[in-house]
């Protein structure tokens, strides 16, 4: 059973701060890259950041400087986010590579939604 738990969503002033979270349940595997992704109201699904189990991160041009990914350990992502905009309204959702045994998984979470006033 793998399950991802996102939390930390909610409404927020242009220009404030959030900070998301995602708990990863995952028995006898192992996760690798983990991601965040957005979906605004009317819009295709979009990758946000990447964090490899090495640490390493990539991101999104329309996020860069902005977010912040990270991982505390080898189940936990959070995604930092400052100088919120409008256009960063969307339900977030965290994403996972996972081993277990021979089999590579792919699992997503529920999402977060994040609304972003002007």
């Known amino acids: 059973q793998v399950q991802l738990v996102e939390s930390g969503g909610g409404l927020v002033q242009a220009g404030g701060s959030l900070r998301l979270s995602c708990a990863a349940s995952?028995?006898?595997?192992?996760?690798?890259?983990m991601r965040w992704y957005r979906q605004a109201p009317g819009n295709q699904r979009e990758w946000v950041a990447t964090?490899?189990?090495?640490?390493?991160t990539n991101y999104a041009g329309s996020v860069k400087g902005r977010f912040t990914i990270s991982r505390d350990n080898a189940k936990s992502v959070y995604l930092q986010m400052t100088s919120l905009k409008p256009e960063d309204t969307a339900i977030y959702f965290c994403?996972?590579?996972?081993?277990?045994?021979?089999?590579?998984?792919?699992?997503w979470g529920q999402g977060t939604q994040v609304t972003v006033s002007s």
């Open positions: 964090i490899t189990s090495g640490g390493s």
């Open positions: 994403n996972a590579d996972i081993r277990r045994g021979a089999l590579d998984l792919n699992a």
């Open positions: 995952a028995t006898r595997s192992s996760i690798s890259a």
